[in-house]
């Protein structure tokens, strides 16, 4: 059961407070003065502290200093104060507290608000807690607020700026970004715009006390994410971060899932190169590309000799471990634009835009010898391949394989080892 610890002269309040740790389930505990919660503090685990500002023989101020001096400075603490003013609230902040409340502010309900937050394990609080975030607002009471909510949650990557200039001429990038509206030098829209063209998968909060309607549509039109209203309701803006950054994840997930399907659908499992399907794709747009401009392209096919005794001798997984290196060889040779795919077995072909038949030729030559030079553990004679080289002469693609497969099939009856370009 997680412990509140309330300190405060006031019977009315001590009431109010004990029967909201009774009814949320927690350990109540009381101490009217600084001496007596730390007494409670050195005998006991508190998740949380409720103080008043004024105390029996000292002021609450003096209280939250001495707690952040000692071992229990982690602990998340509430001010309960009747003093408006600014300044006040604004050295409390500074002290590291998670929220300011007026007394005429207190209701039963808003402060068992903040105390579900404490019960709150949710998982996705444990990603939160490593994504990085931003925060910039010109006002340093709100960003101190800020920054204590998100410490007191565990989310310690905060950083902040009183300057949105300062925020753009960051390199790195957050996984959050706070954006106060109104702000110096720049609009918190203009701000809102630039970051979510920059990061488009980036969470982005407005906040601000303004609470006209208009505003709030504008904003989240500039493409903020949530709309969060000054002062800042603790619990309220980690439910809504929480939502958000679910949203950010599963979108992130997706993404992830839908790059691995377009892999699936594009690539070769076993050896990592292009699929039949994709790799005559591409030569048909390629044979287009030169047809309309009028460039070179050549393609060559492979296939691996003997590769049948290979297998029947060394078993399949050598078989597929020559296929994965004979790949992997061919991509240290080839240029970006190139594009090797796997035919079918152990037929390989490559396009080669902007190639012709001599260039074709050497750079076939070139992945011939490379695979021959690998050494194979547990092979007593070096893999070999065939080849076939063709330059683009107007035909279509199936003539294009045919002619090429047909020099393919020369160079084996020539002894294997060799590429033929006629
Ligand atoms: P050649 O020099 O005439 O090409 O002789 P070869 O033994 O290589 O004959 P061929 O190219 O016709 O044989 C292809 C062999 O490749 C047949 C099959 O057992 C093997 N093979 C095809 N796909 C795979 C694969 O994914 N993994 C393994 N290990 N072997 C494969
Ligand atoms: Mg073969």
Redesign the pocket.
């Known amino acids: 059961m997680p412990t509140l610890l309330h300190v405060d002269r006031s019977r009315f309040f001590q009431k109010i407070i004990s029967e909201l740790a009774v009814q949320k389930s927690f350990t109540y505990l009381s101490a009217q003065t600084a001496e007596e919660a730390f007494s409670l503090l050195r005998e006991n685990r508190v998740d949380y502290i409720i103080s008043s500002k004024e105390l029996d023989k000292s002021t609450g101020e003096e209280f939250i200093k001495e707690l952040n001096n000692s071992p229990h400075k982690e602990v998340p603490v509430i001010v309960i104060s009747s003093d408006e003013s600014q300044a006040t609230q604004e050295k409390f902040y500074t002290l590291g507290i998670v929220n300011y409340l007026q007394k005429s502010e207190v209701t039963v309900d808003r402060l068992s608000r903040y105390l579900d937050q404490v019960l709150d394990n949710n998982p996705i609080m444990e990603d939160l807690k490593k994504a990085s975030f931003a925060v910039v607002d010109d006002s340093q009471v709100s960003l101190s607020a800020v920054a204590n909510i998100l410490n007191h949650q565990g989310i310690l990557n905060v950083s902040t700026f009183s300057n949105p200039l300062d925020l753009l001429r960051e390199t790195r990038s957050f996984d959050v970004y706070f954006v106060d509206i109104i702000l110096p030098h720049m609009s918190g829209e203009e701000l809102v715009l630039e970051l979510r063209q920059r990061h488009p998968h980036s969470i982005i909060f407005a906040i601000s006390a303004i609470t006209n309607i208009k505003t709030i549509i504008h904003i989240l039109g500039s493409g903020a994410d949530d709309f969060i209203i000054k002062p800042f309701e603790a619990p309220l803006a980690m439910a809504r971060l929480k939502n958000s950054f679910r949203t950010m994840k599963a979108l992130q997930l997706l993404a992830a899932q839908k790059e691995e399907l377009q892999r699936l659908a594009t690539h070769d499992g076993?050896?990592g190169a292009f699929n039949h399907r994709w790799v005559l794709e591409r030569l048909e747009e390629e044979r287009e590309k030169a047809k309309r401009y009028h460039r070179r392209l050549s393609i060559l096919i492979i296939?691996?000799?003997?590769?049948?005794?290979?297998?029947?001798t060394q078993?399949?997984?050598?078989?597929?471990?020559?296929?994965r290196r004979f790949v992997h060889l061919v991509h240290k040779e080839i240029r970006e634009v190139d594009i090797l795919g796997r035919y079918?077995?152990?037929?390989f072909i490559l396009v080669m835009p902007e190639t012709g038949i001599k260039e074709g030729m050497i750079l076939a030559d070139r992945i011939r010898l490379s695979l021959e030079k690998t050494v194979f553990e547990g092979l007593d004679k070096p893999v070999t391949l065939?080849g076939g080289v063709l330059e683009y002469d107007g035909q279509g693609v199936t003539e294009m394989i045919k002619q090429a497969d047909e020099r393919l099939y020369k160079a084996?009856k020539q002894g294997?080892n060799k590429i033929i370009a006629e």
């Open positions: 076993l050896t296939d691996i000799d003997h590769f049948k005794t290979v297998n029947d078993g399949h997984l050598m078989g597929d471990e020559i296929l079918g077995g152990d037929e065939s084996k294997r």
